[in-house]
């Protein structure tokens, strides 16, 4: 167990839906990244969150955005879904956000869009 | 796009046999990691290795770093089929681009 976790486990949904996924960091983590994995494309990063700011952007698309509220928890929002967008988003966290840590993931969200 | 690449994409051995993973990558980088993936579930960190390091050891794992080559390897002695999951390298750049990067992963199975 990474100490992150991440809600739901499974999501099922129709296309141009919209959903929240939800993250809760190890405990004292400031940063959070999001990733998505399909088979396709493979592990994407996404976003990433430091102390409630955006710090870095990866392959996000203009659908989808992200927040870190004062608790340090994230949400990603993933709007007018397509069947492209079925993967597996991932979370993960560490304490400073810096290239030299490790970074401490979840279990996943597996969302399917039908 | 990628930066690392793993070869082979996937491997299958006997219990006890050794697997060696390797990964290749594109730019200079401020260190690479290994993590593992069983089937579905999220990746677990299994080493960090600096970009200054050659050889970094962990339990039964062995990683190798060359950067004149820009290549990576993973060994793991005396399989075990639980150790049977994905394995991916991943890297961060230099120069501050600020993301991790990860391989496509190979795709381990250890049959008892």
């Known amino acids: 167990d990474s100490g992150v976790t991440q809600t739901p486990k499974h999501l099922i949904t129709a296309t141009g839906q919209r959903v929240t996924l939800r993250c809760s960091p190890r405990?004292?983590?400031?940063?959070v990244y999001w990733y998505q994995q399909s088979l396709d494309q493979g592990l994407q990063f996404l976003i990433q969150?430091?102390?409630?700011?955006?710090?870095a952007k990866g392959n996000i698309l203009e659908r989808f955005s992200a927040q870190q509220f004062p608790d340090l928890h994230s949400e990603l929002n993933l709007s007018s879904l397509e069947l492209g967008d079925s993967a597996l988003y991932f979370c993960a966290s560490s304490s400073t956000g810096l290239p030299r840590e490790t970074q401490y993931f979840g279990p996943g969200t597996r969302l399917l869009v039908l | 796009s990628q930066q690392g690449e793993e070869d082979p994409q996937a491997l299958s051995i006997q219990e006890g046999e050794n697997a060696t993973m390797n990964c290749s990558y594109k730019?200079?980088?401020?260190?690479l990691q290994w993590y593992r993936q069983n089937s579905g579930r999220g990746l677990v960190h299994l080493i960090l290795?600096?970009?200054?390091?050659r050889e970094k050891h962990s339990g039964r794992l062995r990683v190798t770093l060359d950067t004149s080559k820009k290549s990576s390897s993973l060994l793991i002695t005396a399989s075990r089929a639980a150790d049977t999951a994905s394995y991916f390298c991943?890297?961060?750049?230099?120069?501050?681009?600020?993301?991790?990067?990860f391989g496509k992963g190979t795709k381990l199975t250890v049959n008892p």
């Open positions: 290795i600096r970009s200054n390091e």
């Open positions: 969150y430091y102390n409630g700011e955006e710090r």
């Open positions: 405990s004292g983590d400031l940063s």
């Open positions: 991943a890297t961060w750049a230099q120069g501050g681009s600020e993301k991790l990067v």
């Open positions: 730019t200079s980088i401020n260190n």
